[in-house]
């Protein structure tokens, strides 16, 4: 039985392999098929599908082509607005960009006590105009002794017009103690300060050849005594070292005069040297008003209106003597300083608002 069935196969298979060599399939397809009658449907189908859609493949083809062509034609419009809309994202973020950078130029110009060591265009640009009121009728500087807070908050504390106080310095130590050796001692012994002065506070060489105010300190006694045949010098730094900070205003109080509502910087603005030019003209950018104490010698302040109140305005002299304070917005007067012969000339301010 075994052997009959065997014979009918084998017939069968050859019939098969007649069949598809008629046809054309390889004998390793036809026992492909056998083995896996699957993949044989899947050819079948294949191979139908390509016959019977030949023609058609080619049309489709073409007809896809052209309605590619279509949307192409359609996108086009679309994609260069898209390429617009990108580009100017693109431009704005890097616009962004610079307009941090300058931002942060000019924040750090404003955070100078003068712009001096900045770039005096970009400064002078970036300043608000004055309103002229402040000098529009300004004769001369007032000259104020005894002026209650009251009256020296309405006349001259936000109005922006100078006034020399003569009075507001009896009571101070500063007076008698504050020198050069005082500064020199009080920084050498306390601990950070020269370092806090070089890092954090500001240093104004002026026309000097000291980089910081450790150099200051450690010049010869000649020259920081001004005997002749020495280089002059005159300088200014701003304390932001709280222990010296402590140490200096046990010597000086508050000046008496200011609003009592109004509060003072925790910096103090220290200027010494000898004769000669001081700070050249320029304009301060601190925002708030400040006083200055002439605590040794002898200086002249050279105020000068901005230059949209020219016109309407006057310049002025005012000469501080040793005791006077001076106040001034240095924010809307350019102003530059001279030292007079005779004791060196030490000056001590601060901000208040």
Request: include cysteine.
């Amino acid at each position: 039985m075994e052997n009959e069935k065997k014979k009918f196969l084998v017939k069968k298979l050859t019939k098969v392999i007649e069949e598809a060599d008629k046809n054309g399939v390889s004998r390793s397809d036809v026992r492909n098929i056998l083995i896996n009658p699957t993949v044989d449907k899947v050819k079948k189908t294949d191979s139908k599908t390509k016959e019977n859609t030949g023609i058609e493949n080619t049309e489709y083809t073409k007809e896809h082509e052209e309605k590619e062509k279509r949307d192409e034609r359609k996108l086009s419009p679309l994609k260069s607005k898209y390429v617009m809309y990108a580009f100017m994202y693109v431009f704005g973020i890097i616009s962004t960009l610079i307009t941090i950078f300058i931002h942060g130029f000019i924040v750090d110009a404003l955070a100078e006590k003068c712009f001096m060591d900045q770039n005096v265009y970009a400064a002078e640009i970036s300043r608000p105009l004055v309103q002229c009121n402040m000098c529009r009728n300004l004769d001369s500087i007032p000259v104020e002794s005894g002026i209650s807070a009251e009256e020296f908050k309405r006349k001259y504390a936000y109005t922006s017009v100078p006034v020399l106080i003569k009075d507001a310095t009896n009571t101070w130590s500063a007076m008698t103690q504050f020198n050069f050796q005082f500064f020199k001692d009080l920084y050498f012994r306390t601990e950070d300060a020269l370092r806090t002065v070089d890092e954090e506070c500001q240093f104004f060489p002026y026309n000097t050849d000291f980089l910081t105010l450790s150099d200051v300190f450690n010049m010869s006694d000649a020259r920081a005594n001004f005997v002749d045949g020495e280089m002059p010098w005159y300088i200014g730094w701003s304390n932001c070292h709280k222990e010296v900070r402590n140490k200096l205003r046990k010597h000086y109080q508050r000046p008496y005069f200011l609003p009592n509502n109004s509060e003072s910087s925790t910096l103090d603005w220290i200027f010494m040297g000898g004769s000669g030019p001081g700070a050249l003209v320029h304009l301060d950018y601190v925002v708030r008003p400040s006083w200055q104490a002439q605590i040794s010698g002898m200086k002249t302040w050279t105020l000068v209106p901005s230059p949209e109140c020219e016109a309407e305005c006057k310049s002025f002299n005012v000469t501080v003597h040793k005791g006077d304070i001076f106040v001034v917005d240095t924010n809307v007067w350019y102003h530059s300083t001279f030292i007079h012969p005779g004791d060196i000339s030490i000056t001590i301010g601060s901000e208040y608002d």
